[in-house]
T-cell receptor
Framework: NAGVTQTPKFQVLKTGQSMTLQCAQD?????MSWYRQDPGMGLRLIHY???????DQGEVPNGYNVSRSTTEDFPLRLLSAAPSQTSVYFC??????????????FGPGTRLTVT | QQQVKQSPQSLIVQKGGISIINCAYE??????FPWYQQFPGKGPALLIA?????SEKKEGRFTISFNKSAKQFSLHIMDSQPGDSATYFC????????????FGTGTRLLVSP
């Protein structure tokens, strides 16, 4: 049981380039989400999904796309990278109908630098 | 607009002391308040969580105190240990059937030996 995995761990992009951050989970969780973590700002929700084929925007969705074709995978696409997207990105997953603790399981993160 | 305000930004505590981190929220629709712990280079992990129908929850050395009328909640770490040195995030979410978390800005805790 690998939990939530993310690739790559590190990435450097030039302004205007596009890329996809990969996220996968093997816990059969319905809910998956992407956050970005910036110093002094905590974690901010980018996009989330409550199941295959269903996605919605979070707090800071601009410049990012997502899709959910399977329960296991939830990739995050940067369409045209900008220096403001330099951040650490975390993917998380959880059950939908948890009973007392809606614990979200986080991946190890992807550190992205846009030059 | 920060929906969950967290303080202090950083905290240094002597080994064996009590660490206290505070959070305040504005949205009264929030009904689930977790604390996450994050070590350098790792993703956050759930530490402890509380719902507003109780005023306190304790798990080992970690306690959440919740004040519904003041819209505040806090994390107390008793007998703080160097291994507790990490960044702590409070968060909140509404009962929507899934967890759309709003995080505080984080507190970097250093427990000195």
């Amino acid at each position: 049981n690998a939990g939530v995995t993310q690739t790559p761990k590190f990435q450097v992009l030039k302004t205007g380039q596009s890329m996809t951050l990969q996220c996968a989970q093997d816990m059969n969780h319905e809910y998956m989400s992407w956050y970005r973590q910036d110093p002094g700002m905590g974690l901010r929700l980018i996009h989330y999904s409550v199941g295959a084929g269903i996605t919605d925007q979070g707090e800071v969705p601009n410049g990012y796309n997502v899709s959910r074709s399977t329960t296991e995978d939830f990739p995050l696409r940067l369409l045209s990278a900008a220096p403001s997207q330099t951040s650490v990105y975390f993917c998380a997953s959880s059950k939908l109908q948890a009973e007392s603790s809606y614990e979200q399981y986080f991946g190890p993160g992807t550190r992205l630098t846009v030059t | 607009q920060q929906q969950v305000k967290q303080s202090p930004q950083s905290l240094i505590v002597q080994k064996g002391g009590i660490s206290i981190i505070n959070c305040a929220y504005e949205n009264t629709a929030f009904d689930y308040f977790p604390w996450y712990q994050q070590f350098p280079g790792k993703g956050p992990a759930l530490l402890i969580a509380i719902r507003p129908d109780v005023s306190e929850k304790k798990e080992g050395r970690f306690t959440i105190s919740f004040n519904k009328s003041a819209k505040q909640f806090s994390l107390h770490i008793m007998d703080s240990q160097p291994g507790d040195s990490a960044t702590y995030f409070c968060a909140a979410s509404m009962n929507t059937g899934f967890q759309k978390l709003v995080f505080g800005t984080g507190t970097r805790l250093l427990v000195s030996p």
